[in-house]
């Protein structure tokens, strides 16, 4: 086929002999994902081509443009794309296609393609990149061999055995060509007699002499597959309705670890395929699957099978996807769907081990549904109630407003600046304060406090203290998960006793098969800061709220990335003249607080003494001028318990 190029096009065997260098290539489109959003300002289209000098598994390319209108637009695989200017990268790793941005394309659409070359007119349907000019006749004919030179009974587009080549021109008048169909399904989606290609996580793989097993989930539920039950191995257990997992135990495989319910699809995997998967592929893996046709196991459940191709014998349809931070979007949405369903699993179990073990629950939702004329009576009396919250609230207003004097904003730090200047600042007692905020009543007409509510306030303050004691341990360790790819993954973070978040990387490893592999370690910002309300009062004690600050957040407050501070002295030094600016001579004063307090131990100091050398450094006056920040209220489980966490943001040192 080499001899058939178009005149300044090489095959793609040559092109990626030849990296960084400006090239023009063709190849037939086996694989392709929509159009999205890089990291940047650009738009991304990423592909996979192949010609008659590639591997069946062809090769990947990825197109930038500053606007999603000018990527290349396929109508199905078979798709023949021309690519001018582009060169070939290494790029986490692998070599692969890239575009610049003087890269044109031009895409011949296969269902338009016949199955031979004519001897009369070369026109194909076809679209291109504005600017480019129209093809010419070895790059058509070029174009057509391309096309057939793959089994085209493979391609998700439609096509008849005699094919018109005229120029598609579409009329508005007319009912418009329904779009190719595509195979690609969801686990919750396949019907047998039907062939789809899947993407999901390897959940365990039996390998063989001549197949290999494969059970493959995308955290989707159908109900024609076999259903994994969770529990102990006993008999004597009923199963519960409502239950969505299937909790109740039954004698079953023993050695499965999750998913459980009907989420996990068996596919049969025949060589070259087995062959392929039993070298390349583990538990844990993102895998595509091309193909697999749906059929009827012997006990009636929904299966899959991966048979050799007969026109291509050594075609292999299956891939390993990335699951890092290149990920597509098919193995993102894999991810959410995975972490929702341990969040629920989670949650589902506890209550059935609960229930199990004759533990009664205690909020409350068991309480038996009041009278009409009860709750007649309670509705007054929560009116009457908050009748006197008001007239207390107006009393404490005008309480506050004489006791407290506010902070003037040319009083404030100027080289800290805050987000949201929009808002109003509160003071901290107001945002530590349970009535206002947290007061709730249950659909059962109880009256409760609410632990946390997902709050966000403004607040005028200075830094009294911190912690760790040693700014070197201002950054630690953190091993990576692979939720830490989702940009929604906010709240899949687990918290220690003292507040610091923990990696949720070994959060669920009973029920990740993935867990045994060794975790990427990087360096995070974890600290906490005592703040105080800087607003003048009349009381001698002002109120102080513990606030953590870590990962993005500090970031944004020290414009500095995380790294070792104990092998970097330059950056450690950095740290402490950026927070020098927060909190002025705090350090100072906390280091010579510590030495006093280890004279006066040397010396034989009472307890009494030496606590009220620990207490100088809070109770001295600060040198600092106050500043103004964004604190967020959440909340964290510790031992089966809500407990209530404050976390500064939108504060920023310059």
């Known amino acids: ?65 500053p606007h999603e209108a000018d990527l290349p637009s396929f109508r199905s695989t078979g798709d023949v794309i021309m690519l001018r200017k582009i060169k070939i990268k290494e790029w986490s790793n692998m070599k692969l296609i890239l575009s610049g941005r003087s890269s044109t394309w031009m895409i011949f659409y296969q269902m338009s393609i016949p199955t031979c070359i004519p001897e009369t007119q070369l026109k194909l349907d076809h679209s291109k990149l504005g600017g480019v000019p129209e093809p010419n006749i070895p790059e058509t004919r070029y174009a057509i061999t391309l096309c057939n030179s793959q089994d085209r009974s493979t391609y998700t587009g439609l096509i008849t055995q005699n094919a018109r080549i005229d120029i598609y021109t579409p009329s508005l008048s007319t009912s418009a060509v329904s779009g190719p169909k595509l195979k690609f399904s969801l ?211 005008e309480s506050e ?88 993954d906010n709240d899949n973070e687990a918290e220690d006793g003292d507040g610091f978040e923990s990696s949720s990387a070994s959060s669920f490893s009973s029920l990740d098969p993935d867990s045994s592999r060794k975790a990427e370690v990087k360096w995070e910002w974890r600290f906490c800061l005592l703040l105080e309300d800087a607003n003048a009062t009349m009381e001698k004690t002002k109120d102080r709220m513990k606030v953590f600050v870590a990962d993005d957040d500090a970031v944004f407050l020290l414009k500095m990335d995380a790294e070792n501070l104990r092998n970097s002295p330059t950056a450690l030094s950095q740290l402490r003249e950026k927070l020098f600016i927060l909190w002025g001579d705090l350090e100072e004063r906390k280091i010579r607080t510590r030495a006093l307090q280890v004279k006066h131990a040397n010396q034989g100091m009472r307890n009494t003494e030496a606590d009220d050398v620990k207490k100088g450094v809070t109770q001295s006056p600060p040198h600092t001028l106050p500043f103004q920040c964004c ?7 510790v031992k089966g318990a809500w407990e209530r966490r404050f976390r500064m943001f939108g504060a920023t040192i310059s």
């Open 401 to 488: 407003t004489c006791s407290t004097i506010k902070i003037k904003s040319s009083e404030l730090n100027k080289n800290v600046a805050c987000t949201h200047d929009s808002i109003p600042p509160r003071s901290l007692s107001s945002i530590l304060s349970l009535e206002k905020t947290h007061a709730h009543i249950t659909p059962n007409g109880t009256p409760c406090i609410l632990p946390f509510q997902n709050i966000c306030s403004r607040a005028t303050v200075r830094v009294v203290d911190f912690f760790p004691p040693d700014l070197a341990d201002f950054a630690v360790r953190h091993k990576t998960s692979e939720f830490d790819n989702l940009s929604d």
């Open 631 to 637: 604190v967020k209220e959440y909340g964290v489980q």
């Open 1 to 65: 086929m080499a001899s058939n190029l178009p005149p300044g096009f090489v095959d793609l065997h040559t092109a990626f002999t030849r990296p960084d260098t400006e090239l023009n290539v063709m190849g037939v489109v086996i694989d392709y994902l929509p159009s999205g959003r890089t990291k940047g300002p650009d738009w991304v289209s990423t592909f996979t081509i192949v010609d008659a000098t590639t591997g069946y598994n062809g090769e990947k390319a990825r197109f930038f443009r």
């Open 187 to 397: 686990i919750k989606d396949v019907v047998v007699s039907t062939y789809y290609d899947i993407v999901g996580q390897v959940v365990k793989l039996y390998p063989d002499d001549i197949k290999t097993e494969l059970y493959i989930t995308d955290y989707t539920s159908n109900g024609l597959l076999y259903n994994y039950e969770w529990g102990r191995d006993t008999d004597n257990n009923i199963a519960r309705d409502g239950d969505d997992y299937c909790y109740a135990p039954r004698a079953g495989k023993k050695n499965w670890h999750g998913p459980f319910g009907k989420l996990t699809l068996s596919v049969t995997l025949w060589n070259p395929h087995s062959h392929w998967a039993q070298a390349n592929v583990k538990e844990g893996d993102f895998v595509f699957l091309r193909n697999v046709h749906i059929k009827w196991s012997k006990d009636s459940k929904i299966e899959g099978v991966l048979h050799s191709d007969r026109k291509w014998p050594e075609k292999v349809d299956i891939s390993v996807l990335d699951g890092k931070e290149s990920a597509d979007d098919r193995v993102k949405d894999v991810l959410r769907r995975k972490r929702d369903y341990i969040k629920k699993f989670e949650h589902q179990s506890k209550e059935f081990v609960d229930e199990i073990r004759g533990q009664k629950r205690k909020d409350g939702d068991s309480a038996k549904p009041l009278s009409s004329a009860q709750l007649k009576k309670r509705r007054r009396q929560e009116r009457k109630e908050a009748e006197q919250e008001k007239k207390k609230t107006v009393k404490g207003a």
